[in-house]
């Protein structure tokens, strides 16, 4: 065997050598954002502190470094015909040898490496090292069957599951390479669980190896690891290009048509992001094979163009779906993933519309598919019951599904903006990555400790009343969450690609050593359990601190340093606020961002609404009286100018200091508390708004809180029973309190009379009627001011 590989290790090598030289203009860091001109630090250049997410992560660590690495090698050793050890089991879920075997041990190497650069702690690199070695000689044992005399097993193969010769060099994996050979031409294999014949996302599984491996390399400097992944890169360009070579009906490369029609297979068709990897392999090796290998993911048949173009067909009427095989309503998290790989491919090819594509695409999910706590994808009337599935343009009231969005698509989501970020610095991707952070993936993770399961959700359900469940060994979801919570620093800073600048993003608990650039950063700070936090800098020289002001901040958003406000520190709420100074050891920068209880309509329906406490989605608990679909409060009796909502509250804070609200309705008070709480009580993430009269303060106008018509729901695709355009629309109260906070009673007054004339000349008040109502905001003064 030794004769037969060392040939091919030098051979690569030198390809890999020769390919370098060719392409030595190749720059930037490695890994993702690499040549962005904002990029991210190095997991083990923040060191996350005390607090929500630290929670999180102790409790996933825990599971990670307890759990028995060697039952991820069970079926790859089968495959490649080594021996394993006696009483060891497989992971079980959807690693019990079906056809998505071994993608979860991709998300375990990722999650090892991440769980290493977190802290240092050898017992993760340690099994991280091994796992590496074991799929190194796995490779080596299936490659060499290609050389075998007989044509058939390996030497000294030990399973029957290795009866099979690989068509191409360097594959590993947990299942024949048949399995992935089988979904292009010529037998187009379609889903489904025949092992023999069928097949499940199986670049999905490629990639999430090849991810973990990269991972590997990147955070621990797994070389050994880069060896394996570039084998499977080679494997993946021949099995692209060339394809299933030795099938009967073979007719010679696969076609861009050929491509297009195995992406655009459900579910089958799902490789992941396995278009983000080659480019980053292409950047290690120089190597343009794998650049090219990139873009053959590219789905150009049914979405790529569209998504170049800005034509949302996320979801179709059956009349005019694009594509051969596509169906009406795409799968969310087959789709998100495939728009980062365009990302990379963009990095390093510098072809504008990859990007064009992936902005555009994110654009049709924020805002128009987006839920409060940061998801999407969901059931409606009329659709095929399958909360996986993306929902129709600007449907969230009439999305709100059985099951909800699922944990792995917001994972995705979260990626795609960062990625956004570092080539586009718009605030609002950072907006979005902090609302699904601190809800959809701290609230994957129950709180409390297993070693025996990862306690991870799947979907996370927004009909009210409904329960999360925790577990998900062997799932997708149960993966990416083992990522989510060994990761938690990774967006906390950034920086600019010539140093000149540091982008502070989130509000977390962390310590920064950026040794190149001779500074170290050090955030205090219990948020989001508070609403202050200080940065301590160590270090001297110029630097630019670029401080994000959420989105959310309404009023009192405050900088200091050393002890002096900054004076420009009123930057608008949905942008970054540049502190440019010579920085010397010690200077203390103070941020102050007031938490303030606000309301968040659903695009189609105004009056289901959420409530939110700075970026944290608050649920209701308890399930909502049997003749009613929502909880329902009237809230606006209680404003004052400031138009917080937390006078219509009591507030406690819980022993970790989690705040919870409680409410008055019309069946008693109401329990409000913090998404991220990982539990199964029963909860709503939306309650209905119910505002009968028109009132300021205690004064009643005794006049009717009518609607405007705005024309909603405005679908682009039909929902049963559902009339769209429909004529519903904000009250005047939501358009009036939409304009909170008001600095005096008098602007108060003139937003009034404003809003009542727009009213009046709409025909939903009379004149009459419009005077009585600024006739009583005037009177109102009183019970308005604080």
């Not at 021996?83 to 690693?95: A, L, Q, R, S």
């Not at 696969?254 to 392999?281: C, H, K, Q």
């Not at 053959?296 to 998504?307: M, Q, Y």
Request: charged share 20%; aromatic share 10%; hydrophobic share 35%.
């Amino acid at each position: 065997m030794a004769r037969i590989n060392n040939p091919l290790r030098a051979l690569a090598a030198l390809a890999i050598s020769l390919a370098a030289l060719v392409t030595s203009t190749i720059t930037g860091d490695p890994g993702p954002g690499g040549t962005a001109p904002v990029r991210p630090f190095r997991l083990d250049q923040v060191q996350l502190g005390n607090g929500l997410l630290q929670e999180k992560r102790d409790r996933i660590k825990e599971f990670v470094q307890a759990y028995d690495e060697r039952r991820f090698l069970v079926l790859f050793n089968n495959q490649a015909g080594r021996p394993n050890p006696d009483g060891v089991e497989v992971p079980g879920g959807w690693e019990d040898g079906g056809l998505l075997s071994g993608h979860w041990t991709g998300h375990y190497l990722t999650a090892l490496s991440q769980a290493y650069a977190d802290q240092g702690e050898d017992i993760f690199k340690t099994k991280l090292n091994w796992m590496v070695k074991e799929l190194a000689l796995c490779q080596d044992a299936i490659t060499a069957r290609m050389h075998d005399a007989n044509g058939t097993k390996g030497i000294n193969s030990t399973s029957s599951a290795a009866d099979w010769v690989p068509t191409h060099p360097g594959y590993v994996g947990a299942l024949p390479e048949d399995t992935v050979l089988r979904l292009g031409p010529p037998r187009w294999a379609i889903y489904g669980s025949d092992l023999s014949k069928n097949t499940w996302a199986p670049w999905y599984t490629q990639h999430k190896i090849m991810r973990g491996l990269l991972d590997a390399y990147y955070n621990t400097n797994n070389t050994q690891a880069l060896d394996v992944v570039v084998k499977m890169a080679d494997w993946a360009h021949l099995a692209l290009t060339i394809g299933d070579k030795n099938q009967p009906g073979y007719t010679g490369n696969l076609t861009r048509s050929d491509l297009n029609y195995m992406w655009d297979l459900y579910i089958a068709g799902e490789f992941g992001g396995a278009n983000e990897v080659f480019p980053e392999i292409y950047q290690i090796t120089g190597d343009p094979r794998h650049l090219e290998t990139s873009k053959a993911f590219d789905n150009r048949e049914s979405l790529f163009g569209a998504a170049v173009d800005d034509n949302d067909i996320l979801v179709v009427p059956a009349d005019r779906i694009p594509g051969r095989r596509r169906a009406q309503r795409l799968h969310a998290n087959t789709h998100v993933p495939q728009f980062i790989g365009y990302m990379s491919v963009f990095e390093h090819s510098g072809e504008q519309e990859y990007f064009d594509a992936a902005k555009n695409f994110y654009g049709w999910v924020h805002p128009h598919r987006h839920f409060a706590h940061g998801g999407t994808g969901g059931n409606y009337p009329g659709s095929n019951k399958n909360s996986e599935l993306f929902q129709n343009r600007d449907n969230i009231a009439n999305a709100i599904a059985e099951d909800g969005a699922e944990t792995c698509t917001t994972y995705n989501l979260l990626k795609l903006a960062r990625y956004l970020f570092l080539h586009e610095h718009n605030a609002t991707y950072m907006d979005n990555y902090e609302r699904g952070l601190f809800n959809m993936i701290a609230g994957s993770r129950a709180d409390e400790s297993s070693t025996e399961s990862p306690m991870l959700t799947y979907f996370q359900p927004l009909t009210p009343g409904s329960s999360r469940e925790y577990e998900n060994t062997g799932t997708c979801c149960g993966g990416s969450g083992m990522e989510s919570h060994t990761k938690y620093q990774e967006t906390v800073y950034l920086r600019s690609a010539d140093g000149s600048a540091l982008w502070v993003n989130l509000f977390i608990p962390s310590t920064l050593e950026w040794a190149e650039k001779g500074f170290a950063v050090k955030q205090e700070t219990s948020f989001p359990r508070a609403d202050t936090a200080k940065l301590t800098i160590t270090g001297d020289g110029p630097l630019d601190i670029k401080l994000r002001v959420p989105a959310w901040i309404r009023r009192g958003f405050q900088v200091i340093v050393n002890g002096i406000p900054v004076s420009d520190a009123t930057a608008s709420p949905g942008t970054y606020l540049t502190i440019s100074r010579t920085w010397a050891s010690g200077d203390v920068v103070e941020v102050k961002m007031p938490f303030t209880l606000r309301i968040e309509r659903a695009i189609d329906r105004p009056d289901i609404q959420a409530l939110l406490w700075g970026p944290i989605l608050l649920q209701t608990i308890g399930a909502p009286p049997e003749n009613q679909t929502y909880h329902q409060l009237s809230l606006y009796s209680h404003l004052k100018l400031d138009g917080d909502y937390v006078r219509a509250a009591t507030v406690q804070l819980s022993p970790k200091g989690d705040p919870v609200f409680t409410f008055a309705s019309n069946v008693g008070n109401l329990i409000a508390r913090p998404y991220y709480i990982g539990d199964t009580q029963a909860a709503s993430a939306y309650f209905r708004r119910v505002e009968p009269n028109i009132v300021f303060g205690s004064l009643d106008t005794k006049i009717a809180n009518r609607k405007r018509n705005d024309g909603l729901p405005r679908y682009d695709v039909p929902v049963a029973n559902v009339t769209s355009p429909g004529n519903d629309g904000p009250t005047f109260l939501d358009v009036v309190w939409d304009s909170a906070p008001f600095e005096t009673h008098d602007a108060f007054v003139r937003t009034v009379n404003d809003v009542v004339k727009s009213f009046v000349a709409q025909g939903v008040f009379t004149q009459e009627e419009g005077e009585t109502i600024v006739k009583g905001a005037t009177d109102a003064k009183d019970g308005l001011e604080e």
